[in-house]
């Protein structure tokens, strides 16, 4: 079975723990140039998603040996019929928008908020806010502050990143994953979790088990 | 890896092997170009143009037709492409029915607007074929804004999809004037492809892809099991492939062979070829357990598929027969549920 139990065999290697990671945001902020950077250390000027692509990673952190499958959205509102089945199961979501074009941080708050809201099945899904291309600081149209704002009003955590020069993209990911390990809901539901990764689906999710109460 | 330029001019990054694939596919193609010649001299100027088998009941234009049909399914020159593709596809009875001046007022009138469409098309323009020298200028790049901008305004509704990009840049790479392209983008969209593909919702577009699952369990039994045994869902794979009508995803000569097919038999033949792409892989994929495996697999398998006559053998020859009435009677199926899907959508988002 795959992507399933923990502690299974993935290539050759055992992990702890699978999550499930999702990138949402407007076309052309750099979902797919962070997940790249991220998974294979490189940088491309890279064409629009269509659809829905998706990447896994292994990493070790605090010890635990983690498998993450990171799904990358296309960013165009009509997509979005076809990407909000993604949200499902996903222990967390990085909202990323481009710092030097100020409509797709509004469209945050406008659109991809209420789409989490509406989609993701984890109460506690970890969300984090990116502030992506601050290597073009020149044109900066978003100040920091204001992300940092966004954040405390929607209880994201926030770095700001740059895919192209490297920075920020590793912590962005494993800030995410440190809190995702630190909310006991979401690791009993990753350990849990037996189907449904792969699939999209719009039937609700299967009753969690007892080591998802409210907490 | 070496960079080398493809028959059309995109640079693509291949081994030594894939290099010499690419060198034979150029020959075989000049030698269809001169069966092609071959053919005009004794058959007549542009026979082509005068042989669909509805039009005339003559014996002549019947058998004409069917070896149109066989002679299309082997490549159409790309020289002849511009004329075959415009006539075969209706494009060029589409523009007969309006202003010559059409296209020119169209792009005149539409200058200067700045709409949802027009925004997002500038932010793709400089993403749609990086590889190619002449879609990657300043010149070629205001072109296919010119035409697909043109489209946004042509039919509102629509107004522009990602995935439209790559069609209208191959569709100019080939038809070498942007008029033609508009042309071919229309009918494709207005008459060979299902309505409302690329609309608002993607309501076609979700058809295609439900239909398409129906044909991998009928066709492709196995796969479709061990995809749904491992909780895979194919459209990760086939949505960017029925969006982009193959342009993101096979080499460029490959994805205008498949054209080819499209234009003279209709949006069947999508199905075809993505039965084909992973039908070539089957074995290969039955015993893996790895999504991510899978999907690399399949998708370097597509982007090194320069020899476009490997997978239209497996295509035509072990894909079974598939006619339009039955991909329009799957169409029908799965309306209602495609409707109450996204019906149910409007409303939560409301």
Known sequence: MALSSSSSSVSGNEFDHLFKILLIGDSGVGKSSLLLRFTADTFDDLSPTIGVDFKLKLMTLEGKRLKLTIWDTAGQERFRTLTSSYYRGAQGVILVYDVTRRDTFTNLQDVWLKEVELYSTNQDCVKLLVGNKVDRDSERAVSQHEGIAFARKYGCLFLESSAKTRINVQQCFEELVRKILETPSLVAEAKSVKKNILRPGNEPPPPENAGSCAC | ?350
């Open chain 2, 1 to 350: 890896m070496i960079q080398i330029r493809d028959l059309h001019c995109f640079t693509v990054d291949v081994c030594a092997e894939d290099a010499a694939v690419v060198e034979r596919v150029k020959d075989r193609v000049r030698e269809r170009g001169r069966q092609w010649w071959e053919l005009e001299a004794s058959k007549g100027a542009a026979w082509y143009l005068h042989c669909q088998a509805q039009q005339s009941l003559s014996f002549i234009a019947a058998f004409n037709a069917i070896q149109l049909r066989m002679l299309i399914r082997k490549g159409i020159p790309p020289q002849l492409r511009p004329r075959i593709w415009l006539f075969l596809s209706g494009a060029a009875k589409k523009r007969s029915t309006v202003p010559h001046s059409y296209y020119k007022d169209l792009v005149d009138a539409v200058r200067d607007k700045t709409t949802a469409a027009t925004r997002q098309i500038d932010h793709d323009l400089d993403r749609t074929f990086p590889t190619h020298p002449w879609l990657s200028s300043p010149a070629g790049q205001q072109t296919l804004r010119r035409v697909l901008v043109a489209y946004s305004f042509r039919d509102s509704r629509v107004g522009y999809c990602q995935g439209m990009n790559f069609v209208a840049g191959l569709l100019l790479v080939v038809m070498k004037t942007e008029e033609d392209a508009f042309w071919m983008l229309a009918v494709l969209l207005e008459n060979v492809l299902l309505s409302d593909t690329y609309s608002d919702n993607l309501y076609g577009c979700h058809i295609e892809q439900r239909v398409f699952k129906e044909l991998l369990r009928k066709k492709c039994t196995r796969l479709a099991l061990h995809f749904e045994a491992m909780d895979f869902d194919v459209s990760l794979l086939t949505t960017e492939w029925f969006l982009c009508l193959f342009a993101k995803t096979l080499p460029s000569e490959t994805t205008m062979r498949i054209w080819d097919v499209l234009f003279n038999e209709g949006a069947k033949v999508l199905f075809r070829f993505a039965l084909g792409i992973l039908k070539m892989k089957e074995e290969e994929l039955l015993p893996m357990k790895h999504a991510d495996e899978l999907v690399k697999v399949v998708q370097d398998f597509a982007r090194r598929s320069f020899d476009p006559d490997v997978l239209f053998k497996v295509a035509f020859d072990k894909v079974g027969s598939m006619t339009m009435q039955t991909i329009d009677k799957h169409r029908r199926k799965q309306q209602p549920a495609v409707m109450a899907e996204l019906a149910g959508r409007s409303q939560r988002i409301m």
